[in-house]
């Protein structure tokens, strides 16, 4: 007994170099926890039920009600949303450890105000999705149904609201909304991806989006698409240089069926399909459609 008290003591030592945890060791201010991931969850609920009463939160909400109903419901958002910012702007200095507590505060505040002003514009486009995704989806029955059932739009709605933070540059919040979905759904899109207006996502499982794609406006994407983004080249010191465009570009009216991959900083045309199975290395002319074949005879 003795000699195995000594081998785990041994072990914790070693755990316990600063040289083996150098990279992997976060330091906390006192009394400061990291983002919650049941908190965002709760954040997302209350987004959810603020850009669609009736279908998420309350279901006893009317016309008469909706002003009481979304007024808590902000003002909720706004407390849990602070608190979320908060601990992610600490999370995210590691150089000032000893910053001043209301400083940091403060901009929360200002960074949850900021979203919040968001939403009827988030509304607005998130309503333009559902609306696509109705009259691209003959299986649909409603815009209910869709805002509701349908996995794709959930994904886009989380990715909305990410996107959102991420241009307030609110720190690892919105990879942590957007990876709920991606667990959820099997729908990973990058919050930093810029996405148009009336965006269908149809099934959606295992799609991939990167943070620099671009994707216009009436685009239809598929289950199994990946717009993947071309290798980094290192610095001069060998470095990955990070935040350069390396994702697809996708222009209006675009539609990329199952399984495609389209890869790297290409121009897809305006009304261009991009049919399943197909690798797509090239940029795509306006209303081109990329067969396997076609591909093989551009070779």
Not at 49 to 55: E, N
Not at 189 to 201: L, N, R
Not at 264 to 285: E, F, K, L, M, Q
Request: glycine share 8%; net charge negative; charged share 20%.
């Amino acid at each position: 007994m003795q000699e195995q008290n000594k081998e785990l003591s041994v072990t914790v030592g070693r755990l316990s170099e600063e040289s083996s945890y150098k990279q992997l060791f976060h330091s906390y201010r006192d009394g400061e926890a990291m983002p919650s991931e049941e908190q965002l969850k709760k954040i997302v609920v209350l987004c959810r039920a603020i850009l669609f009463p009736g279908y998420c939160g309350n279901a006893r909400i009317s016309k008469q009600t909706i002003c009481y109903h979304t007024g808590v419901n902000v003002e909720t958002l706004h407390s849990l949303l602070t608190s979320q910012i908060y601990t992610g702007l600490c999370f995210s200095d590691l150089e000032c450890e000893t910053c001043p507590k209301e400083r940091i505060a403060a901009q929360a505040e200002k960074l949850s105000e900021a979203f919040i002003e968001t939403l009827p514009e988030l509304r607005r486009i998130l309503a333009t999705d559902a609306e696509a995704t109705y009259h691209n989806d003959p299986a649909a029955k409603n815009a209910g149904e869709i805002i509701f059932c349908y996995p794709g739009f959930r994904a886009v709605v989380n990715y909305r609201i990410a996107h959102q933070l991420y241009l307030l540059e609110v720190p690892f919040i919105p990879r942590m909304i957007t990876e709920m979905a991606h667990s959820e759904t099997g729908i990973d899109i990058h919050p930093g991806a810029v996405i148009g207006d009336h965006f269908t996502i149809d099934h959606g499982t295992d799609m991939v989006i990167g943070e620099t794609s671009v994707i216009g406006n009436h685009v239809r994407i598929f289950q199994g698409v990946s717009l993947a983004g071309e290798k980094s080249l290192p610095d001069e010191h060998g470095h990955i240089v990070r935040g350069m465009p390396r994702h697809p570009v996708l222009e209006d009216y675009v539609t990329v069926y199952s399984n495609a991959t389209l890869w790297g900083r290409i121009r897809i045309g305006r009304g261009a399909t991009i049919c399943g199975n197909v690798w797509v290395t090239r940029d795509v002319r306006a209303d081109e459609t990329v067969r396997q074949s076609c591909f093989i005879e551009n070779k």
